[in-house]
């Protein structure tokens, strides 16, 4: 028998916010090695990557999931539950690398958003696969999951393109808005895919030696929080000494 699900809507909007503020960040490093002058660096490349798939996209789907209610204790596998974590980063600082170096062609966008949005649904996915549900189990609708998928590669391919081409603090924030509703609409459209019903042959699953969602968020929300407000002030640096940079060039002609 199928389980009725529900969402805490006041997670849902703070997995948004989430998704904005790492998004915002994301693009603002991205954007500044873009039209910096300077090769980009392993470290911009991984702050990046550590905003926008650690902090955009992977803690708005934990936050998400945490969203997610049904009648039965929940746990999560540490192992699956990182192995996602590496996934949405690692894939994303690859998605960067190719929007950063060298001329951005359609041929180049396209391959690295395909790349990246398969890469960002497969972390959804197998952050799902974490879920330890004593006496349920779950399926897919297979319909849903390729609208997820689809939505995963357009986004991805839009967010890098918006990396690259767009400058001005309020034109990055209103695309991390538009960003972050990609992203939303990736992951609720995978969650919408998933069908719960009850299974006795999963009774036998030990959920003490998961984590619970109250440990699982607590340290998602402290430790993304803390990364997300490290890489926004090293981009918020890098962006007065750009500005310095231009002006000094500017008064030496």
């Given at each position: 028998?199928?389980m009725?699900?529900?969402y805490?809507?006041?997670?849902v909007?703070?997995?948004?916010l989430?998704?904005?503020?790492?998004s915002?960040t994301?693009l603002q490093i991205t954007n500044g090695?873009?039209?910096?002058?300077?090769e980009?660096?392993l470290l911009?490349i991984t702050?990046?990557?550590?905003?926008?798939?650690?902090g955009?996209?992977w803690?708005?789907?934990f936050?998400?999931?945490l969203a997610?209610?049904?009648?039965?204790?929940i746990?999560?596998?540490p192992?699956?539950?990182?192995?996602s974590?590496l996934?949405?980063?690692?894939?994303v600082?690859?998605?960067?690398?190719?929007?950063?170096?060298g001329?951005?062609s359609v041929?180049?966008?396209?391959g690295?958003?395909m790349?990246?949005?398969?890469a960002v649904?497969s972390m959804?996915?197998?952050g799902?696969?974490?879920?330890?549900m004593?006496?349920a189990?779950?399926?897919?609708?297979?319909?849903?999951?390729g609208?997820?998928l689809?939505?995963a590669?357009?986004?991805a391919?839009?967010a890098?393109?918006?990396?690259?081409n767009l400058k001005?603090?309020?034109i990055m924030l209103?695309?991390a808005?538009?960003?972050?509703i990609?992203v939303c609409g990736?992951h609720?459209?995978?969650m919408?895919?998933?069908?719960?019903?009850?299974?006795h042959?999963?009774e036998?699953?030990v959920?003490?030696?998961?984590?619970t969602?109250?440990t699982?968020g607590?340290f998602i929300?402290c430790a993304?929080?803390?990364?997300?407000?490290?890489?926004?002030?090293m981009?918020l640096n890098?962006l007065s000494?750009?500005?310095?940079?231009?002006?000094g060039?500017t008064?030496k002609?």
């Amino acid at each position: 028998m199928e389980m009725e699900a529900s969402y805490s809507w006041f997670l849902v909007i703070l997995s948004f916010l989430v998704s904005v503020f790492g998004s915002f960040t994301g693009l603002q490093i991205t954007n500044g090695m873009k039209s910096s002058k300077n090769e980009p660096s392993l470290l911009w490349i991984t702050l990046a990557a550590i905003s926008l798939g650690g902090g955009a996209i992977w803690t708005m789907h934990f936050i998400g999931m945490l969203a997610y209610q049904i009648p039965m204790d929940i746990g999560y596998t540490p192992g699956f539950t990182f192995l996602s974590l590496l996934i949405a980063i690692i894939s994303v600082g690859i998605g960067i690398y190719i929007a950063v170096t060298g001329r951005l062609s359609v041929a180049r966008l396209l391959g690295a958003g395909m790349f990246t949005g398969l890469a960002v649904a497969s972390m959804h996915y197998i952050g799902m696969e974490a879920m330890v549900m004593p006496g349920a189990s779950m399926t897919y609708d297979k319909t849903l999951v390729g609208a997820s998928l689809v939505i995963a590669v357009v986004a991805a391919t839009v967010a890098l393109w918006l990396a690259v081409n767009l400058k001005g603090t309020m034109i990055m924030l209103c695309s991390a808005v538009v960003m972050a509703i990609a992203v939303c609409g990736m992951h609720y459209t995978g969650m919408a895919a998933m069908i719960m019903t009850h299974n006795h042959d999963t009774e036998s699953l030990v959920i003490e030696n998961s984590m619970t969602p109250m440990t699982m968020g607590l340290f998602i929300f402290c430790a993304s929080m803390l990364l997300l407000v490290i890489c926004l002030i090293m981009s918020l640096n890098q962006l007065s000494n750009r500005m310095e940079d231009e002006l000094g060039h500017t008064e030496k002609a």
